[in-house]
């Protein structure tokens, strides 16, 4: 049952309208103390007069990391809730540790935070789920993490254990919404048989969604476990965008996605990082080119070296060629026209692209791709087996929308009750 609560405040104030999703709020758009220009983005950390009011008094635990910034300064939502005089005890960090610096997948240890003194969980380490005596005395969590709007990247995969640990725990949780920046529906639905920490969910590659949305998705449809499970969920919503707006981020997510280029290009190369080929790791461009060592890859060339965020970056000190897809390829959204590309060439070369079958196929979501590259499918064929899963994700997603998009199925049109009614 999805309930709407209407409650008016003073004069002076715009009124609030609670949500309900299953146990979700969405606190709903209205002007932020903050002085800001009416086209600009507002993302749920600078809200504060919405936020302030939740957590009053409360003991609070924070899962983020260096994307958490909130207002022009930049400064951390830690900081800013402490100088503020909010009671925060514990900080909670996913892949990439804390400020943002450790390599893809690599372990990040428990730690003291140097500048706030706090304890800071590690839910990227031994253990990716928070458990009851790291939850201890914590009255509400809140969850500050940019998301990059693809299946495989474990923010929102850290989400969901955040949700789930939380709900056990019967401790609320506010999501502090932040845009999608690959704001695109596409590739292939997640099959049971390949969920892993890089893919925990049953959404294509591009799922068109916010965290905010993502989480009422999860609460909505069950998905934590044991089935039935709810988490209490409040969103509060970015301000001054919609699906289909284009978002540029102002910190870099992870140490490997440092541009827009980058983070345009991820979807579509992220599955060489299962292949022979180097993504450009240890260079300053990562994601925006591939390349091997050998001259017959192709002209572009760059020699990977150790550096933050990637301190042992695949074929290390040797010079690799390939291409530069920053300037080559016009691609938004999730494009195959590079892997079907360096399928074929590697093939002709003797080499086998795809070294790591199983990495692979928890990229891809199932094993159909790998086969389907090994048959010579095309794109069209490719894309064509898609596309029925694609059409019943479009419905499921059009029911858990809290922006204005430009999807074609409007909320109403669904069978479930909307979730915002604006």
Known sequence: ????????????????????????????????????????VIVGAERLDLLLPLIEGKSIGIVSNHTGRVGSGGTLLPDTLLSLGQRVVRLFSPEHGFRGTADAGAKVKNIIDKKTGLPVVSLYGDKKKPNKQQLKNIEILLFDLQDVGTRFYTYISTLHYIMEAAAEEKIPVIILDRPNPNDFID???????CRSFIGMHPIPILHGLTVGELALMINGEQWLSPKGLQCDLTIIPVSGWKHGDSYSLPTPPSPNLKTDNALRLYPSLCFFEATIMSVGRGTNDPFTCIGYPDKKMGNYSFIPL????????????????GEDFSTNYAIKGLSLSPLLEYYKKAKSLGYTLINRKRTFDLLAGSSSLREQLNKGWSEHQIRASWEKDLVQYRILHARYLIYDGKYGIKKREVSTPPIVNK
């Open 1 to 40: 049952m999805f309930k709407v609560f209407f409650q008016t405040v003073t004069a002076l104030l715009c009124f609030l309208v609670f949500f309900r999703c299953a146990s979700a709020q969405i606190i709903p758009k209205k002007e932020s103390v903050e002085k800001k220009k009416e086209s600009s």
């Open 187 to 193: 590739g292939p639905i997640l099959t049971p048989s």
């Open 306 to 321: 150790s550096q933050v965020g990637a301190t042992a970056p695949k074929h290390e000190g040797k010079r690799c060629y």
